[in-house]
């Protein structure tokens, strides 16, 4: 965008003093807190394909309403919803908890749905008249477009989907950790599972925007996946993913702007860069001997001492209302 000096004061004056780079600014905040609070939960529930595929479905949906002439925003959070909902509905989307085969079962429906979805795509922009100039910002997102309009929009779909998010949070999360028990307890899974992946498609809707379609996986996964490897304790694990998806957005947004590159690469790398950096602690941290009881092994793959969250320890602690 323009050139960069050593004053960094300077550079943020700079940066600070273009209103697109407010609403950059201010709609990148958005889209991280609720990329980095619903990616904890996807990347614990092992439905990160599912993730990457909302995401990916968000292309055809602004494709689509490029096509019409409406804003771009009604076909991201158009196509993503309607994607959740379609994938909830279909009887194997359920999580099985008796083998991979649940999981296989879910990732088959998931890429039929991507699959067709895709197809919608390319159709929308074969059949748009017009030269599709921002395309490669569907695609990879941009800090220029961003209107007082489309953050307003985000601000209200991002509340509503947080709000959903602490309501859902105690049976969610007990439906995560052991859906035979939360089942056994009363617990609606099916609905639950049903809920969350809308909210998924929400946030991959609002990241989308920011981020463009192909790279808005890396704001859901990647900080949630290095929050992972930093601590086992829920909350703690929240607090850190959504603060990691702020700070790479702020600082792929800054340097975006002093780059003739688009935002999306900057975040991905630096998203990258904090899961490598993350990697490495664990893995030094294992060798010593202090923290290989107290990390989740793998996403998705919850600890077994009395730190982190065993899957029945957690299941009867959640059940009964206390703090973890």
Do not use: K
């Not at 709609?27 to 619903?38: E, L, M, Q, Y």
Request: charged fraction near 10%; glycine fraction near 14%; hydrophobic fraction near 50%.
């Amino acid at each position: 965008m323009t050139g960069s000096s050593w004053n960094l004061v300077d550079d943020v004056y700079q940066l600070l003093s273009y209103h697109f780079m407010l609403n950059a600014l201010r709609a990148g905040t958005i889209v991280a807190v609720v990329a980095g609070a619903i990616g904890y939960f996807m990347v614990l529930r092992r439905q990160s394909f599912a993730g990457h595929s909302l995401a990916i479905i968000g292309f055809p949906g602004a494709a689509g309403a490029t096509w019409l002439g409406v804003s771009t925003q009604f076909g991201y959070f158009g196509f993503c919803v309607a994607a959740a909902l379609v994938i909830a509905a279909l009887p194997t989307s359920g999580r099985s908890t008796s083998g991979l085969g649940g999981y296989g079962e879910e990732s088959a429906v998931i890429g039929t749905v991507q699959a067709f979805a895709l197809a919608c795509g390319f159709l929308f922009v074969s059949l748009y008249n017009g030269f599709l100039s921002g395309l490669n910002n569907l695609l990879f997102g941009s800090i220029t477009g961003i209107s007082d309009n489309q953050v307003l929009v985000l601000l209200v779909a991002a509340a509503g989907c947080l709000l959903a998010l602490v309501l859902l949070g105690r049976p969610l999360l007990f439906a995560s950790v052991d859906p035979d028990i939360a089942r056994a307890r009363g617990v609606p899974v099916r609905l639950v599972n049903a809920a969350f992946l809308v909210l998924l498609g929400v946030a991959a809707a609002g990241t989308s925007q920011v981020t463009g379609s192909l790279l808005v996986f890396a704001l859901l996964v990647a900080p949630a996946a290095t929050a992972s490897r930093l601590t086992a304790r829920p909350a703690a694990g929240l607090a850190c993913s959504v603060l990691i998806a702020v700070a790479v957005t702020w600082l792929g947004e800054g340097i975006a702007f002093f780059s003739p590159h688009p935002i999306g690469f900057w975040v991905t790398s630096l998203a990258f860069a904090a899961f490598l950096l993350a990697t490495g602690y664990r893995s030094l941290a294992d060798r010593r001997g202090g923290f290989g009881r107290r990390h989740l092994s793998e996403p998705g793959q919850l600890g077994t001492d009395s730190g982190t969250l065993g899957g029945s320890g957690i299941s009867d602690a959640v059940a009964a209302g206390e703090p973890r």
